[in-house]
C-alpha cells in the first residue's frame, strides 16, 4: 500500500514557476512509477509526465514538454513536478499517482494522491 500526498500547488502569474512534490508513505515506493496528472473543471483528467522507479524512463505529454519536468528521490519518497512557464490553461487540480508501468492510462496507476490545486492568473 502506498499513501500519495501532494503539496506546492497555489495562484502564479502567467510565465511563473511553480514546484509540486508527491510524498510517499510505504516502503516500495521506490518500486513504483510515478505519474502526474491534472484535472481541469468541466475536463478529463490528463495525463503530464511519468518517471519510473529507477529515474531513467521518463515520458511527458506533448502538451507540457520543454515546460514541465518530472523527478524523484527515493530517498526520501518524494516526486516531483518543475513547472514553469505557466499559462492560465494550466490551471487544474494537480495529481501524482503511483503504479507499476510507465504508461500515461489513468486507470493502469493504482494509488492516487487527493490533489493541489495549482490556479495561473493571466
Known amino acids: 500500500q502506498v499513501q500519495l500526498v501532494e503539496s506546492g500547488g497555489g495562484l502564479v502569474q502567467a510565465g511563473g514557476s511553480l514546484r509540486l512534490s508527491c510524498a510517499a508513505s510505504?516502503?516500495?515506493?521506490?518500486?513504483?512509477?510515478v505519474g502526474w496528472f491534472r484535472q481541469a473543471p468541466g475536463k478529463e483528467r490528463e495525463f503530464l509526465a511519468a518517471?519510473?522507479?529507477?529515474?531513467?524512463?521518463?515520458y511527458y505529454a506533448d502538451s507540457v514538454k520543454g515546460r514541465f519536468t518530472i523527478s524523484r528521490d527515493n530517498a526520501k519518497n518524494t516526486a516531483y513536478l518543475q513547472m514553469n512557464s505557466l499559462k492560465p490553461e494550466d490551471t487544474a487540480v494537480y495529481y501524482c499517482?503511483?503504479?507499476?508501468?510507465?504508461?500515461?492510462?489513468?486507470?493502469?496507476?493504482?494509488?492516487w494522491g487527493q490533489g493541489t490545486q495549482v490556479t495561473v492568473s493571466s
Open positions: 518517471i519510473d522507479w529507477s529515474a531513467v524512463g521518463i
Open positions: 499517482a503511483a503504479g507499476p508501468n510507465l504508461v500515461s492510462t489513468a486507470t493502469m496507476y493504482h494509488f
Open positions: 510505504g516502503r516500495t515506493f521506490s518500486s513504483y512509477t
